[in-house]
């Protein structure tokens, strides 16, 4: 990761100075998050880096009904743990240390670029802690979180079923009241990440299942903490429990990541206990989900970021060609980064990758205000736009950091899709993000079919205003107007589709649902790019140093770069929009 790109957001863009003044952040000031800063970054070089080719090479196997892997994936985690990584988000308590969200954000960025597929087990550990001490009892806490925190037990979340995939109102497992209050969960479970490992001495499930004569659909769906290991009152380890492992799936990417199927019940049933209330299981969830997606789609921006600066440091030293005017075919050939069209690909990448950094440390840095904001005001705001950006802080990093990791194979040439060269692993990795946690498709209709229509759509106009503010302000700045005006324009026209579409939500409309969510992605990461120009702009008039010259006129240039090649790719899609058009929705099953 490029630090200096951090703490520009961190600081320069985002202010998290100001939480520092927040009662839960109060030890949290610039000189701790730039030593955890440092210290995430030495572990990520030592620690993860090392191990992550060989986790890919070397995947989880299963034997006798467990995993072996590498043992290297479990000291890298014991060592995350032992620094205190693993505890960053907890309350102090259960020994946590109540870091901001958008620092451990930054943080889980740094060590994904390093190895994504180790890191799944922390911020999957980290999210169930999270969702636990929302809504577990107090014995449930007592019992599990401090060891969640410190590592000894990972988490992880049980939703998809072979027979129902994304539809979770058709998950089939049950849940069997027992007469001391605890359930007996019967069913099978299947991508369930992080599932069974040998790493840690046990697991904390969390399963979503049915409890009898529950109502049809997400209605009748509760939540159930359910551990490979039953614990003992005094804390010891128990006999274990009804939960085992029917195998392991094996994906194209995060490979040092186990994705496993999971049977509940093969004898009497795994003992779990209901979290919350009876049937609400699903919104209990969905905070794990969501916040487990504005993760997935940092560590896609993570990928994205990780790639480009690979395939720079190799268009710099890779040796190749001459410029087209040369005229001796005698010279010396030049570094490939001489080539107009390499770089095209490279302004291009730290377009998209900086980008998809920007908008999952924003939607992180929502969090913290929703959190903890200082009025109940800004912390309704921005639990409201949240809401509404979730689904394009999942997806439009994972589309586009794709793309990006696409092209640092394409600056690489025929090495780039060798495995000599890590960005070749590093797409693998990637392109699981599309799908992870809520394919592209399912979080465009959520952002469609419903958040851009909640409280009548007052999210949506939040986030326009914001836009227009920010248009408002560059115009200060005679080089940017171009860009205010653009943004401003393209601003206006998708809240007239979008008020258009919202009052006549049709299943042609909802079938153009992807298409909507790669505009409004478009034009967000558009208004953040203008966010960073007006920094920068700000920042070169109080003339820095050379190298931070340098920095901010590449902030400049990559925005200039998406406004006026990529944001122009919204008027199309906004026109077709508009029309409803039915290519696909109007085609026979017979003509395809």
């Not at 931070?548 to 200039?560: S, V």
Request: charged share 20%; glycine share 8%; net charge negative.
């Amino acid at each position: 990761m490029n630090r200096r790109d951090l703490d520009f957001l961190l600081y320069e863009l985002l202010d998290v100075d100001a939480l520092s003044s927040r009662v839960r952040h109060e030890d949290h000031g610039r000189d701790t998050i730039a030593a955890m800063l440092d210290t995430a970054e030495a572990m990520a070089e030592t620690d993860f880096a090392p191990n992550n080719r060989k986790a890919d090479e070397n995947e989880p196997r299963f034997e006798n009904g467990r995993v072996t892997q590498i043992p290297e994936t479990g000291e890298s985690l014991r060592r995350f743990s032992e620094a205190g990584f693993m505890a960053a988000l907890g309350d102090e308590r259960w020994g946590g240390i109540q870091m901001p969200f958008t620092v451990n954000m930054a943080i889980n960025a740094v060590f994904s670029a390093a190895n994504i597929s180790t890191m799944a087990y922390a911020f999957l550990t980290q999210s169930a802690a999270n969702m636990l001490e929302t809504f577990g009892s107090g014995e449930q806490k007592e019992r599990f979180l401090p060891r969640m925190l410190s590592g000894e037990f990972f988490g992880t979340m049980c939703l998809t079923e072979p027979q129902a995939g994304s539809s979770l109102s058709d998950i089939r497992t049950t849940a069997a009241p027992q007469a001391d209050g605890s359930y007996r969960i019967t069913g099978n479970k299947i991508y369930i990440s992080g599932g069974e490992q040998a790493i840690t001495s046990n697991i904390v499930h969390l399963v979503l299942a049915r409890i009898k004569d529950a109502p049809p659909g997400v209605k009748g769906i509760s939540l159930f903490l359910v551990p490979k290991v039953l614990v003992n009152d005094d804390g010891s380890l128990g006999e274990r429990n009804d939960v085992s492992l029917a195998g392991l799936i094996h994906k194209m990417g995060y490979r040092g990541t186990t994705s496993t199927m999971l049977n509940f019940g093969e004898r009497e049933g795994a003992v779990g206990w209901l979290i919350g209330e009876p049937h609400k299981g699903l919104s209990y969830m969905f905070q794990m989900m969501n916040e487990a997606r504005v993760i997935v789609g940092n560590g896609a921006a993570a990928l994205a970021c990780t790639g480009y600066l690979h395939s720079l440091a190799y268009a710099r030293e890779r040796v190749q060609g001459r410029p087209a005017a040369a005229k001796d075919p005698t010279a010396p050939p030049v570094p490939i980064i001489k080539h107009p069209d390499v770089r095209r690909m490279l302004v291009a990448q730290k377009a998209y990758a900086e980008g998809a950094l920007a908008l999952t440390l924003f939607a992180a840095r929502l969090v913290d205000e929703w959190r903890t904001g200082e009025t109940e005001e800004a912390r309704s705001g921005a639990h409201q736009l949240l809401e509404l950006l979730t689904p394009v802080a999942k997806s439009w990093p994972s589309q586009w950091g794709l793309e990006a990791n696409s092209l640092a194979i394409q600056v690489h040439g025929g090495y780039g899709y060798t495995r000599e060269y890590p960005v070749e692993q590093i797409y693998r990795d990637n392109r699981l993000n599309p799908i992870h946690e809520g394919t592209h498709g399912i979080q465009a209709l959520d952002l469609l079919g419903r958040k851009v229509r909640m409280d009548d759509g007052a999210a949506f106009e939040r986030l326009c205003a914001l836009m227009v503010e920010t248009a408002d302000a560059a115009r200060a700045h005679p080089g940017l107007v171009e860009f205010s005006d653009a943004l401003a324009d393209t601003v206006e026209r998708a809240r007239l589709t979008t008020a258009a579409l919202r009052a006549n939500m049709t299943e042609t409309v909802l079938g153009n649902a992807s298409v909507y969510l790669e505009m409004l992605g478009h034009v967000v990461v558009a208004w953040l790019w203008l966010k960073q120009a007006v920094v920068a702009c700000d920042a070169l008039a109080a003339d820095p140093h050379e190298a931070d010259r340098a920095f901010y006129a590449g902030k400049l240039a990559a925005c200039r770069y998406f406004f006026r090649w990529e944001l122009p790719k919204t008027g199309p899609q906004l026109d077709r929009l508009a029309a409803v058009d039915d290519t696909w929705f109007a085609m026979a099953e017979d003509h395809f």
